[in-house]
């Protein structure tokens, strides 16, 4: 028999704070609008605890993660409407508040249950290309994940920039929860 291995959010000391606010997330799904309002809540939360994480400044010069997510979301904006795209785009480095070691795969439990697939998958998946390329080509040829997963491969790598105006994290939440098709319910 097969057992699930224990999720990256148990490994590493979390505050009772944290899970909390991961187990109650969208707890209200009485009608659309107070789902809505709720989950961006939560997504705002988790965009805005980007806010002063510093990475390695060789690789990401750019001042925060917050200000890499929103550079990569507004590439994201210029290149498709596709809302699963633009909220992975977005949302793609939430695991760094936590973690930077498997934060793609924090960010994607922080995301499951919430957002809609393919979103959390793109989130746990974005590194691929670079961790796993030729694996990660031929396992996924010719399909839409890879697709995909190309498009944001390539924004991320493109917001890195230092001097770039970027919206407001609010204006980019509200601009992806403006379609249903993100959520789950």
């Known amino acids: ?35 809505r309002l709720s989950c961006k809540e939560y997504l705002l939360n988790l965009l805005n605890d980007l806010d002063g994480i510093q990475q390695d400044p060789f690789y990401h010069p750019e001042i925060d993660t917050l200000y890499h997510s929103l550079q990569v979301f507004q590439l994201a904006r210029l290149k498709t409407n596709n809302s699963f795209l633009l909220a992975a785009a977005l949302l793609h480095d939430v695991g760094k508040s936590i973690a930077m070691a498997q934060h793609e795969i924090i960010g994607a439990e ?51 920039k230092t001097d770039v105006e970027v919206v407001h994290p609010e204006q980019a939440i509200d601009i992806i929860i403006q379609t249903d098709e993100i959520f789950q319910y």
């Open 110 to 160: 922080m995301l499951k249950g919430v957002l809609a697939e393919p979103i959390p998958w793109l989130v746990e998946h974005h590194l691929d290309l670079l961790k796993h390329p030729k694996r990660t080509r031929k396992k996924r040829a010719n399909s839409i994940e890879l697709s995909w997963l190309e498009k944001l491969r390539i924004w991320d790598i493109q917001g890195r």
């Open 1 to 35: 028999m097969k057992y699930q291995s224990q999720s990256p959010l148990n490994s590493i000391n979390l505050s009772a704070d944290t899970y909390s606010r991961i187990a109650s997330v969208c707890n209200d799904s009485s009608t659309n609008v107070n789902h």
